[in-house]
């Protein structure tokens, strides 16, 4: 569909750059984020009212055809009064109010590189890298002060240890990572 049924004056100008402090206005709220997984996953212009359906069956745990009616009603004019205009004002969708359709725009890409998604049991990857060094430091420092059995290792051990422990940290990381991407799999990251 594209972007003709924009306005002239915003089709003309162009996109600006999304604003730091609007996506994490955007972001804060699970209901925004959870529309923009699902037009991420979608590509495509969406209509409001299958948004609706899946937001709100994220939000009850169920299938989308099983959602109750008032359920997906209460998403549905959330979205109408509330986080479309949002997205729409912060430049990460289009919003057809009157054919009520929405499609995803090229800036809404920016947003993944400001989300660090924690579940609640993880710590963040960057708390995690400290505690890596920290634990690799306390083993050279163990071993150069003449810890047995620390001693009988050679240097080229360590180093390979430590080589070991971030590569394989790091690969867990990315992969970690890339699940956790608004758009990416089925549920959306809380």
Do not use: C
Request: cysteine-free; hydrophobic content about 45%.
């Amino acid at each position: 569909m594209g972007t003709a049924w924009l306005s002239p004056l915003r089709a003309s100008v162009g996109p600006e750059p999304l604003d730091e402090e609007a996506i994490f206005r955007v972001l804060r709220n699970k209901r925004r984020r959870y529309a923009l997984h699902y037009l991420k996953q979608r590509e495509e212009v969406v209509s409001v009212g299958d948004l609706a359906e899946q937001i709100a069956a994220w939000e009850t745990d169920t299938p989308a055809v099983e959602v109750a009616a008032d359920d997906r009603k209460r998403v549905y004019i959330s979205l109408l009064q509330s986080h479309l205009p949002t997205l729409e004002d912060a430049g990460m969708i289009d919003f057809d109010d009157e054919n009520s359709v929405v499609e995803l725009t090229d800036e809404a890409a920016d947003v993944d590189i400001y989300v660090e998604l924690v579940p609640e049991q993880d710590i963040q990857w960057s708390t995690y890298y400290v505690g890596v060094a920290a634990l690799s430091a306390g083993f050279l420092g163990a071993a150069w002060a003449g810890v047995y059995p620390l001693t009988e290792l050679q240097p080229l051990v360590w180093l390979g240890f430590v080589v070991a422990l971030f590569a394989s940290s790091s690969v867990v990381h990315h992969v970690h990572q890339r699940r956790s991407r608004l758009g990416h799999g089925g549920v959306p990251p809380e």
